[in-house]
């Protein structure tokens, strides 16, 4: 039956609680798909023997075309549902692309993610300046405390934070430091934030 392979694209991407793996296979078919009924079409329309006043004729058409259209709709949809997950991705894990992630994303989405982190960092300078450069995938919640207290959980060795200077990161050690320069860590799972009971 036709459009089947883009809707089990579709079912795939929804039952997926964040991202499958990219199904190449499955696009391939769909572009196959839609490419075959354009021709089914193109070959009616410039056949001769071609009726414009027969209804079975023209109706076929048109049903091919719904077929089409309905392919593209759904090809279109599987990309963009991927790209508003890598958007949102982005955002809460900030420039680390997790690597179980990266293992199911297509060389272009790859590419893709990497230059939004980057519109991300120039947008990020641009209204900070030079000086004052933001990072607004940082606190997607407003924070309650500017600092907070991290704990490490694997031998990282010294970082020099902006504000705090130098800082070792030994496994098991406890820090209380700026919310904002511990983010990136925390979402690379170097240290955890302590929770006060």
Excluded at 84 to 110: C, F, M, N, Q, T
Excluded at 160 to 181: D, I, M
Aim: one cysteine or more; glycine letters at 6%.
């Amino acid at each position: 039956m036709e459009t089947q392979n883009a809707i089990k694209l579709i079912r795939e991407l929804k039952a997926n609680k964040f991202l499958p793996k990219f199904n190449d296979q499955g696009i391939l078919d769909v572009c196959n798909e839609i490419r075959g009924e354009f021709d089914k079409i193109n070959e009616t329309l410039t056949d001769e023997n071609f009726d414009r006043e027969d209804k079975t004729q023209t109706s076929k058409i048109l049903v091919t075309n719904q077929h089409m259209q309905r392919n593209l709709r759904c090809g279109l949809a599987y990309v963009n549902a991927r790209l508003d997950r890598l958007h949102r991705l982005a955002w809460e894990s900030g420039k680390s692309l997790p690597e179980h992630i990266k293992e199911k994303l297509s060389p272009p989405e790859v590419t893709y993610y990497h230059a939004y982190i980057e519109a991300i960092d120039d947008y990020n300078k641009s209204i900070g300046g030079a000086a004052f450069a933001m990072d607004l995938t940082v606190d997607m919640q407003p924070p309650k405390e500017l600092f907070i207290e991290v704990r490490v959980k694997v031998d990282y060795g010294s970082v020099v934070l902006p504000e705090s200077g130098e800082v070792n990161l030994a496994k098991g050690t406890t820090h209380l430091l700026r919310r904002t320069e511990v983010d990136h860590l925390i979402k690379k799972g170097i240290v955890d934030e302590v929770i006060q009971a």
